[in-house]
């Protein structure tokens, strides 16, 4: 661990690169246990969140385990194995309990109405999947954290929760499905350019148009960081500075930046960009009919990130349903970054695990070609699977943000990850986030992993306010009821 004593000479104490919501939460967090802690947040983009965190760049599920089947897996013996759902689900709630304390000591100003009370569903069809969601079910009901699950096998029962999915089906066909009414809808957006706002309020520098180029670590442990102002006006020149501490939540960004630092933890690491796009619709006739998130199974051979739901979405208070994701590929890493960007990030340490990758997932290769190859036609089929009475001219096509799934080396060359890869240099000074899903929910338990790992020796002192924040880090309590009345939008959160 360097010492970063503030008799090393630096600019700023911590440097986040990226205006998403993991930058955004770690602000959050620095500015309320360190508040004499410079920091500085720099994007490169005109605006906030306007990659990943953008709320139509994302499905905006409070990805809590309550409808995800890939967070239940079946084992050999037809057990379901629900460790990873118990996880998940638990590093959620202590996100909300984060923005619980921010809403309730005025520090989310704008941010009102980010959250929505939207039941999470999932739905299947069939007689072996009726049967596994049956066993998924009784095996997580008996969890404390998944006690209200609801199922049921009878159509009309599953009309009253969302009509959508049985209106003009085959009632020859076995269908079943599970409800949470607790589920939560988010927009990410949002709540991180109300952290931004507020850390900004309280000392923080943002400066928007301002894209980190280089990093280089000196002898005394702290970063020179050199950024190119990307203003139409803006000085043609790039300006250096220097930074105690560097996070790189850059998104898909973040794999090269973190190259480009030279730290050995980011050897072998590469990246595997998908881009996604999803059918919207904003027809009120129809928005009124579906107020859920409704996840179902994803085909054989697709990967996790691709398993289509049916989604309420609501976005600066209007409501609209989202269906997809219909996966692409394209050699960005940002939504608005370079085709030249997989090229650039191939380095002798990560060509063989990216090789291995290809190797091995000629699966996934041939399914992203026949997402790539459908038409509408298609698409309007797979969205019928969930909404038979869906009609192409009610749906419009929109393109969803690009995420750049993590490569690493392993045992056989390397593995393809679905989640997400906390990078951090040995001695603390610098960690950057790789992958994407489900990231944005569980952003406060990933930047509590970061604080732990990249400041111990503060870890300790830190804990008592860390507890008041969020009560179940010290294995408390908090009044889930008094979070949803400050921070949801109760205009769309109405039982149908």
Request: proline share 5%; charged share 25%; net charge neutral.
């Amino acid at each position: 661990m360097v010492e970063r004593a503030k008799s090393v000479t630096a600019d700023v104490d911590v440097l986040l690169v990226g205006g998403g919501i993991m930058s955004a939460t770690l602000a959050a967090l620095v500015s309320e246990l360190e508040p004499s802690w410079s920091i500085e947040i720099h994007e490169r983009r005109d605006g906030l969140a306007q990659e990943s965190s953008n709320a139509w760049n994302n499905a905006g599920t409070g990805h809590a385990a309550l409808c995800e089947l890939n967070y239940t897996p079946e084992r050999a013996d037809g057990s379901i194995d629900i460790t990873k759902a118990v996880t998940i689900n638990e590093q959620f709630e202590i996100s909300r309990e984060l923005w619980n304390h921010l809403s309730t000591h005025d520090r989310l100003p704008g941010g009102t109405g980010f959250l929505s009370t939207t039941p999470h569903m999932t739905f299947v069809r069939g007689e072996e999947n009726v049967d596994y969601l049956r066993r998924r079910f009784e095996t997580l009901r008996k969890h404390p954290l998944f006690s209200d699950l609801e199922f049921s096998t009878d159509p009309e029962q599953i009309a009253l929760w969302a009509p959508l999915l049985v209106t003009d089906r085959d009632p020859a066909q076995p269908i079943a499905a599970t409800r949470a009414a607790a589920g939560t809808d988010v927009d990410f957006g949002a709540l991180a350019s109300s952290m931004v706002t507020d850390s900004v309020e309280r000392g923080a520098r943002l400066h928007l148009e301002s894209e980190v180029t280089k990093l280089k670590q000196r002898r005394d442990g702290t970063w020179r960081v050199t950024v190119r102002d990307r203003r139409w006006n803006g000085h043609r020149r790039a300006r250096t500075l220097t930074a105690r501490f560097v996070f790189i939540g850059a998104g898909g960004g973040a794999l090269r930046l973190l190259q480009r630092s030279g730290i050995p933890e980011a050897k072998g690491f590469g990246g595997f960009p998908i881009s996604g796009q999803f059918l919207r619709t904003t027809n009120p006739e129809i928005v009124a009919q579906h107020q859920a998130k409704v996840y179902g199974k994803a085909d054989i051979g697709a990967p996790p990130m691709s398993v289509p739901h049916l989604d309420t979405r609501v976005v600066d208070g209007e409501t609209a349903l989202l269906f997809g994701p219909y996966a692409g590929w394209s050699m960005k890493f940002l939504k608005h970054g370079s085709w030249t960007d997989l090229l650039r990030s191939i380095r002798p340490g990560n060509i063989v695990p990216m090789l291995a990758v290809g190797a091995k997932n000629t699966g996934l290769v041939k399914y992203l070609v026949g997402e790539v190859t459908a038409g509408d036609t298609a698409r309007l089929r797979t969205l019928r699977a969930f909404m038979p009475t869906a009609h192409p001219r009610d749906w419009e096509l929109i393109t969803a943000g690009q995420r750049v799934q993590v490569i690493k080396k392993a045992k056989g060359g390397g593995v393809l990850e679905f989640g997400t890869e906390l990078v951090t240099s040995a001695d603390g000074t610098m960690s950057g986030l790789l992958g994407a899903s489900p990231g944005a929910s569980t952003a406060v338990a990933t930047m509590l992993d970061l604080l732990e790992r990249c400041f111990p020796e503060r870890s300790d002192a830190w804990q008592p306010r860390l507890r008041q924040m969020m009560p179940s880090l010290g294995g408390g309590t908090w009044d889930e009821s008094f979070e949803l009345d400050q921070l949801v939008d109760e205009t769309v959160g109405t039982e149908r």
